[in-house]
Nanobody, 116 residues
Framework: QVLLVESGGALVQPGGSLRLSCAASGFTFSHYAMYWYRQAPGQERELITTIDESGRGIDYADSVKDRFAVSRDNVKNTQHLQMNGLKPEDTAVYYC?????????WGQGTQVTVSS
């Protein structure tokens, strides 16, 4: 019954911004680290953000550092990704992820397309 649902993806021009959300249910959200991944067609799925249970321990991939900001709300059971200064190379499906008792759980993904 673990469920992760991403939303907020869109078509945006280079330099634009988007805010993605991940709604979590079916587990004790505040007990688990959360992750954002992305995957472009024909490419490997890339880990881009990590946020610990408290929301205070955060890591970013070099590809998004200084442009993206991850956060979480342990009351609303949501994870967010603020994406600024978007580039065409950010075009991908973005996935919410967590690991519970050694098993990966994924959302369905939300499409972000950066194009002029």
């Amino acid at each position: 019954q673990v469920l992760l649902v991403e939303s907020g993806g869109a078509l945006v021009q280079p330099g634009g911004s988007l805010r993605l959300s991940c709604a979590a249910s079916g587990f004790t959200f505040s007990h688990y680290a959360m992750y954002w991944y992305r995957q472009a067609p024909g490419q490997e799925r890339e880990l881009i953000t990590t946020i610990d249970e408290s929301g205070r321990g955060i890591d970013y991939a070099d590809s998004v550092k200084d442009r993206f900001a991850v956060s979480r709300d342990n009351v609303k059971n949501t994870q967010h990704l603020q994406m600024n200064g978007l580039k065409p190379e950010d075009t991908a499906v973005y996935y919410c992820n967590t690991i519970i008792r050694g098993k990966n759980y994924w959302g369905q993904g939300t499409q972000v397309t950066v194009s002029s």
